[in-house]
Nanobody
C-alpha cells in the first residue's frame, strides 16, 4: 500500500519561499511519477507540477520559473521548492501518484501567503 505524507506548509509573506516534502512509503519514489496539486478555498483542485521516473519535470504556467519539483532518492521523498510566493499561491498542496489505474493522494499541507 503506497502512502504519501506531505509536510512543510505554513504561513509566509508574499515574495517568500517554502519547501514542501512528500514522504513516500510502500514504494520507491524513483519508480513513481509524482504530481503536486493544489486547491484554494472555493476552487477546484489544480495540477501544479510533475516529475517523471526519469526526473523530467513539467510545470503549470502559473508557477513556472518560481517552483521547482525534485526528489531525494535517499530519503524516498519528493520535494516542491516554492520561491517568490504570491497571495494567489495560497492553497492546500497535495502530492499524488497514479499507479496503474489508481491515484494515490496525501492528506495535504496548507500554504498561506500573506500580502
Amino acid at each position: 500500500q503506497v502512502q504519501l505524507v506531505e509536510s512543510g506548509g505554513g504561513l509566509v509573506q508574499a515574495g517568500g519561499s517554502l519547501r514542501l516534502s512528500c514522504a513516500v512509503s510502500g514504494s520507491t519514489v524513483g519508480t513513481l511519477v509524482i504530481d503536486w496539486y493544489r486547491q484554494a478555498p472555493g476552487n477546484e483542485r489544480e495540477w501544479v507540477a510533475m516529475i517523471s521516473t526519469g526526473a523530467s519535470t513539467i510545470y503549470a504556467g502559473s508557477v513556472k520559473g518560481r517552483f521547482t519539483i525534485s526528489r531525494d532518492d535517499a530519503k524516498n521523498t519528493a520535494i516542491l521548492e516554492m520561491n517568490n510566493l504570491k497571495t494567489e499561491d495560497t492553497a492546500v498542496y497535495y502530492c499524488s501518484s497514479k499507479i496503474r489505474d489508481y491515484r494515490y493522494w496525501g492528506q495535504g499541507t496548507l500554504v498561506t501567503v500573506s500580502s
